[in-house]
């Protein structure tokens, strides 16, 4: 499993400029306002679960986004959705509960978690996560995001979470 200095090392890597700061941990959206406010770009909220038939998946919205998990797996074709163990996210994505993030894709090489992204996400000029720590934010363009994604071969699925609608032309398969 990467750390979060192998992680900044592949960012580096694909090319991706960013700026890390360091802050309190934070486990929960709503908490760091101050950091946040200090931070150009949108802010992401990442859930990571598991379906009814054992698929995981990680979400990654705009820290504002509501999204209904009642309603979801009909949206993108799962099973019914609920939280995965923080044992299961340490073992596939190699972090733990408050520090779940899209960069713990890269931790992923098998591709076991299916990546759905928020529209609001894929369209944000900057983006902000965990590198891997829920000790400081990581802030990346949305070129940047993209980079990375694809060095970890990973294409999400985008989904208009307002609408509940998967979105195909935000980034294209």
Known sequence: MLSRADLIALLDAHGVDHLTTEHEAVFRVGEGE???????????????????KGRLWLI?????????LKR??????????????????????????GSVTAFA????????????????????????????????????SQAGFRRFLAGVGVTP???????MTVVEDVFPR
């Open 34 to 52: 101050e950091v946040k406010h200090a931070l150009p770009g949108a802010h992401s909220k990442n859930l990571f679960l598991k379906d009814a």
């Open 105 to 140: 894709l890269a931790n992923d090489p098998d591709h076991r978690v299916t990546f759905v992204l928020d529209r609001a996400l894929a369209e944000a000029a900057q983006v902000n996560f965990h590198p891997l720590v829920n000790t400081a934010t990581t802030t990346v």
């Open 157 to 163: 699925l985008v989904v208009d979470f307002p609408a």
């Open 72 to 97: 979801l797996h009909t949206v993108i074709g799962s099973a019914r959705l609920s939280f995965g163990s923080a044992e299961l996210m340490v073992e596939v994505l190699g972090v733990t509960p």
């Open 60 to 68: 990654s919205a705009k820290d504002d986004t509501v999204i209904d």
